[in-house]
């Protein structure tokens, strides 16, 4: 096998040039499952709309449209602007705190929400989620937002 980078004739199957040492074998191309994690975006993985809740609502109504729409999040909205998520987690996390739940949806949900936009890789959902811990991800789209979940991950892939 001649080496592309120097022209060195080397033995066949070898996996890079004894001459200059360049790389002599290339990446298989994507296939399958990983494909399609790769190439797919955030749109194919059917964002659900978002239900959403200001920062000065109280919890306990923030807990009422959670359990209503059995949804496990919601998007805290303020002046058209996503300021936080409130999801399952912090509620459970704080539910110790009687103070905590009888207050406002601001003081429990999380600010640092990582947010997605449709055209992003499901490669990125999928890190986002890894990197973050979060099982729901906010998708920026036009005219609002939508939810990607860990579940519309799994369905993605099974399909």
């Known amino acids: ?13 070898a996996d890079e040039c004894d001459s200059c040492h360049a790389a002599l ?25 978002a239900l959403t809740i200001g920062p000065v609502a109280p919890v306990s109504e923030a ?3 959670m359990r209503t729409a059995k949804v496990g999040c919601l998007l805290v909205i303020e002046d058209g602007k996503l300021v936080g998520v409130l999801s399952e987690r912090e509620l459970l ?3 110790i705190d009687p103070l905590a ?3 406002s949806v601001g003081a429990l949900m999380r600010a640092d ?3 997605l936009r449709e055209e992003d890789s499901v490669a990125d959902a ?3 989620m890894a990197v973050t811990g979060h099982r729901h991800l906010p998708v920026a789209r036009a ?5 990607v979940s860990v579940r519309d991950l799994l369905h993605y892939l099974c399909a």
């Open 93 to 95: 996390h704080n539910s």
């Open 101 to 103: 739940l009888a207050g």
């Open 113 to 115: 929400a990582t947010c």
């Open 63 to 65: 807990v009422e449209r």
């Open 143 to 147: 005219g609002g937002y939508s939810v």
């Open 126 to 128: 999928f890190h986002a």
């Open 1 to 13: 096998m001649r080496c592309p980078a120097c022209g060195f004739a080397n033995l066949e199957g």
């Open 25 to 49: 074998t290339q990446p298989a191309a994507a296939r399958g499952i990983e494909r399609r994690i790769l190439e797919g975006s955030v749109r194919a993985l059917r964002p659900k709309p």
